[in-house]
């Protein structure tokens, strides 16, 4: 099955700081989603990409589906953003999302 | 805004015993999931549900699970027997086909004593 990795694995910030996050898929995708899960578990939909470019406030992310990543960034990070980030990707053949390995992020003041 | 909710929120349950964690997806979705995550580890697929039936699991989807959607709003998740193993926090989701965006409930985490 499809390879999705994450990087970095863990990320410290300080806040008002920016980052990238990166997400690499072995195979061709069809959807790709970005989430991040709050210290109380739920998954809170980011960005639904599988191409391009999209933005949303302090948060954009671009998908370069012939090369098989896509790139979260997070601009002027808060404490509020603290979490786990995932991608999740669909492939053609069936209707699951594969989820990513997750980059651990923590904002501190 | 349109919300999948998930009841309840947290479960105890015996080892052995049988629980069934409830769904309510989007209303105009068609295709449904479950997804669960042990604590520290990514989402993993459990299974997809479409027209009334199961179009899609995965290799843990054994035979001590089921899926059901027993009315036109609710889809349920059954564990029979469960196992220390079982623990884990439980993701339904829905969408309205299947390669457009899913969007996920708030969970419901399981733990089997």
């Known amino acids: 099955g499809i390879q999705v990795e994450q990087s970095p694995p863990d990320l410290i910030l300080q806040e008002g700081a920016n980052s990238t996050l990166r997400c690499n898929f072995s195979d061709s995708v069809n959807n790709l989603q970005w989430f991040h899960q709050n210290p109380w578990g739920q998954l809170i939909n980011l960005f639904y990409i599988p191409s391009g470019t999209k933005q949303n406030g302090r948060l954009s992310a671009t998908t370069v589906a012939t090369e098989r990543y896509s790139l979260l960034y997070i601009s002027s990070s808060q404490t509020t953003d603290s979490g786990v980030y995932f991608c999740?990707?669909?492939?053609?053949?069936?209707?699951?999302?594969?989820f990513g390995t997750g980059t651990q992020l923590k904002v501190e003041l | 805004e349109p919300e999948v909710t998930q009841t309840p929120s947290h479960q105890v349950t015996q080892m052995g015993q049988e629980v069934i964690l409830r769904c309510v997806p989007i209303s105009n979705h068609l295709y449904f999931y479950w997804y669960r995550q042990i604590l520290g580890q990514k989402v993993e697929f459990l299974v997809s549900f479409y027209n009334n039936e199961i179009s899609e699991k995965s290799e843990i989807f054994d035979d001590q699970f089921s899926v059901e959607r027993p009315d036109g709003s609710n889809f349920t998740l059954k564990i029979r027997s469960t196992k220390l193993e079982d623990s884990a926090m439980y993701f339904c989701?829905?969408?309205?086909?299947?390669?457009?965006?899913?969007?996920f409930g708030q969970g419901t985490r399981l733990t089997v004593v």
């Open positions: 989701a829905s969408s309205s086909d299947s390669v457009t965006e899913a969007f």
């Open positions: 999740a990707v669909h492939t053609g053949g069936g209707n699951k999302l594969t």
